[in-house]
């Protein structure tokens, strides 16, 4: 059922639906003194993506002396869809063509059960929100997965987290059958993307998006732009080396920042603590629950639990490290710190701010504003529908 998508026909017409985007209906006259392009040049664009369904007019501007200016934006049926495939679950949403969301799904699933069952779901719940009206046209999905991934091919490469997935065609498979485009990133690069689009790194073209949580990884935007180097794997801080040795990684080697510090890790590290007696709160928890998570390390450390503190600051020391290396080679503006994990709390961010501000040079931390991102859940879907938006709307 794959059918064609119409798309910009040259670079005109993208940069006008981009703005449209972004800045939502606007009338032709205020369009002509954004682009810097003839009057008659824009109403030819204009009208040029009026027949291709992407712009749709919207009745008439106020006057500003003279003749009322007709106003467009983009056609009401253009939808998106973000897919943020994580280690633990699916978030599935719908936006319009100005990216504002109509409807956000998210159900646990495990990656490790594999591709098929993954996308199903991811598919299933697509058409959940389509039953709901809430986009009986796609113009395209951005999907994000929590492994490295050949950005060229779309699709996961070697990602140690998602057994069956390495070089599984992701991006034909849900074009297939969604008859839409699609491109496939790292989770991370698609959050980095969100928190750019609506988040704390709005207006911030140089930033570092952190994720801790089942894994850790790193966004990075340069200029304006997601750096995802040359085959895809560019912030996958995760797998850097912290320690000499230590537990082993998913990856295979030892010493890996995210097998030291990561949302199993520190349960891991939260049950050693309960029953070698080094934490009364943490041993009773594992008396109530059965297991532990992060989040009884959260609870714990904010009812001033040593043994969790400890944990915390150690693992937030870890990732300072970590970043400060990164400071000095990029001099970000901003540090954005999301994924479940980012929500154990202040001692967590004191911990990586100390750090950084201490190991990195004052020229790159003067004006470093590091802090937590609150999209939440929504980042990773916000960016993936912003990907694949700005694919549909670029010239062919
Ligand atoms: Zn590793």
């Not at 006008?16 to 664009?45: F, I, M, N, Q």
């Not at 050693?272 to 041993?283: D, R």
């Not at 201490?358 to 859940?377: K, W, Y």
């Amino acid at each position: 059922m794959r059918r064609m998508v119409a798309r910009p026909g040259n670079r005109h017409q993208a940069r006008l639906l981009r703005l449209l985007r972004d800045e939502g209906p606007r009338s032709r006259a205020e369009l002509t003194d954004a682009v810097d392009l003839s009057k008659s040049k824009v109403a030819d664009e204009l009208d040029r993506l009026v027949e291709l369904g992407l712009v749709e007019g919207g009745g008439l501007a106020a006057s500003r002396g003279g003749r009322r200016s007709p106003i467009v934006r983009i056609a009401r049926h253009v939808h998106f869809v973000g897919i943020d495939i994580g280690a633990t679950s699916v978030d599935v949403a719908v936006f319009d063509g100005e990216l504002a969301l109509l409807g956000h799904l998210a159900e646990p699933a495990d990656v490790r059960d594999g591709p098929e069952r993954v996308l199903d779901l991811a598919l299933e719940m697509v058409a959940e929100l389509r039953k709901q009206g809430l986009a009986p046209e796609v113009h395209g999905a951005g999907v994000g997965v929590p492994g490295p991934v050949s950005f060229r091919d779309g699709a996961p490469f070697a990602p140690p987290i998602m057994p069956g997935w390495n070089k599984y065609p992701v991006r034909e498979a849900l074009s297939q059958v969604l008859g839409c485009p699609v491109l496939v990133d790292n989770d991370v690069n698609i959050m980095a993307l969100g928190e750019h689009h609506a988040g704390l790194a709005k207006q911030v073209d140089d930033f570092l998006f952190v994720k801790i949580g089942t894994g850790i990884g790193c966004g990075i935007f340069v200029e304006g732009r997601v750096h995802r180097g040359v085959t895809g794997s560019a912030g996958d801080i995760g797998h850097i080396a912290v320690e000499d040795d230590g537990p082993t990684c998913a990856c295979g080697n030892t010493g890996c920042l995210e097998a030291l510090f990561s949302g199993p890790a520190l349960a891991r590290d939260a049950t050693t603590a309960a029953t070698a007696g080094q934490s009364a709160f943490l041993a009773r928890r594992l008396d109530e629950a059965g297991a532990l998570t992060a989040f009884d390390v959260a609870d714990a450390a904010a009812a001033g639990d040593q043994a969790a503190i400890a944990m915390v600051r150690d693992g937030g020391r870890r990732v300072g490290k970590v970043l400060a290396g990164l400071v000095s080679i990029l001099n970000p503006g901003l540090i954005v710190i999301g994924g479940g994990v980012s929500r154990v709390g202040h001692a967590l961010l004191a911990e990586i701010r100390g750090v950084v501000y201490r190991q990195s040079l004052p020229l790159a931390t003067g004006n470093l504003p590091i802090v937590v991102s609150e999209l939440g859940d929504q980042a990773g879907v916000t960016g993936a529908a912003r990907m694949i938006s700005d694919h549909v709307f670029q010239a062919e």
